[in-house]
């Protein structure tokens, strides 16, 4: 009785501690079956070389003339060589092969279709939104750990973390940063740092994840999909989370919400995450599902690598080249995360194009669709080039630059062209027409400027024929149409400013030519 007590405690104690510690559980679950996923196979393997080999251990002991034994010897030796090369053959295969299924399950909600993308906004770059987020924050003495585009009301939301190893966030920045137009409107929330004490990756009792998964037991996040944002005031963290399902091939399922009020530091998990503003689907499991497409063939196509897509690594999009969260043109208030796709290999045209819902309800994956593009796409660091050789009067001088290049719907795509403190105007294509990129120059406010190959039949082509035609009524009628030479009633604010520029290029050159 007394050693049982001694050996018993202590076992109840641990398992109790370890049930109280309801985070380092929930990883230690996660990570365990992660791994016996890949190692129940191969010990399966293990199994299939041991039981052999005992068996003729077993038939050797009860022989006993030394022949007997020998030959029982040589018996066991060829059973457990070739159970041992059976048994490492399956378990190279099985970790080869469990990688596919793994693939093929996040592939389980992806269509592959030819229709257009749906009309799309575009939006300022994701490096202006956080190159513009220090400035405005003030006084503040924190650190910037996360900036997230917020679709619903087209603004970058900036969680800031309060400086200290015992310490949670310090504020919520809001801030409106438009793609045209003047308005750079802000909303700074505070938190209340005695008792919204906790962030992500906090210490102690300041960890936030401690504190979810002392709310829900068996979920987890991943740090990125986290956002702020503020609600009269009051700072609410948002963090996307997900839960496991599946045996031998283990995947990852969205799982609710937890909201981390900031001024009460109360935890709410909820399951209804079309309620909650802004992108509350799992980015990164978004970009999981996206990876999965590698297995949209078969075992041997996904293994050469000859089906499926990645995203475009160049260009303008380097660094940030997947996953634009972009609000539909529908005015419905749906939000997409898009990812220009180029085909796996060393082609790196785009030729296709993914979208997956911002929101999603239920516990299953959310809808991923693949829209085939035609006509494709130059690469974006080809198109980055050409955007510099067509309109090489506006890019690029002093610091601006080509900022991200993503797609706006249709066959469409839109570059934004400037400073990280000013964006001046957008590029639009329409991919390759007749053997060359069709492309527009336009104001930041999407007013047409200039084309170098409007795409015949695009609205550009039409706005340009009847900017034509308005030029040729003053030789019809005698008349001075407005836009014609001595009326400048009909440009616009950002054509005044291209036509007084090249103006002050103009008489700099002809003075330099006197002199």
Known sequence: MGRTLRVGLPVLLAALALWYGSYYTTILVWELRKLLSWLAVPLLAAALVGLPWLLVRAVRRRRSTADAAAGGGGAAAAVGCLAGVLGLGLAVWWLVYGAYLQDRAYMHDVRVVTEAVPELSARAPYVVGKAQAAPHLGDVTGEISDITYLPDSDRFATLVERRGWLSGYEVGLVQDVP??????????????????????????????????SAARRWVRFDAGDAYVTCSDGVPVVAVPLKRQTGTLVVTERPAGLALYDGRTGRITITDDTTSVPGPSYPLSLAARQREGTAAVGSFADWWYERSGWDASEDGANEGNESEFTLQYRDKSGRSAYVTPLTPQGEASSVVAVSTV????????????????LSPTWSSPKALVALIKAEYRDVCCYNDDRVFELVPTGGSTWTATVGSEQNIRYRVEGRGQVDGREATCLKAADGGLIRCAYAAPGSPEEQELQRREREKQKPKEDGTAAPGAVGDLTGYTPEQLAELQRRLSEEVVRRLKEKT
């Not at 700074?188 to 936030?208: Q, T, Y």
């Open 357 to 372: 819902p911002t929101r999603h309800r239920g516990g299953g994956l959310a809808p991923m669709t693949i829209h085939r």
């Open 179 to 212: 793609l045209g137009g003047n308005s750079r409107t802000q909303e700074r929330c505070s938190f209340d740092v005695e008792k919204a004490d906790a962030r992500i990756g906090g210490w102690f009792g300041h960890n936030l994840g401690r504190k979810i």
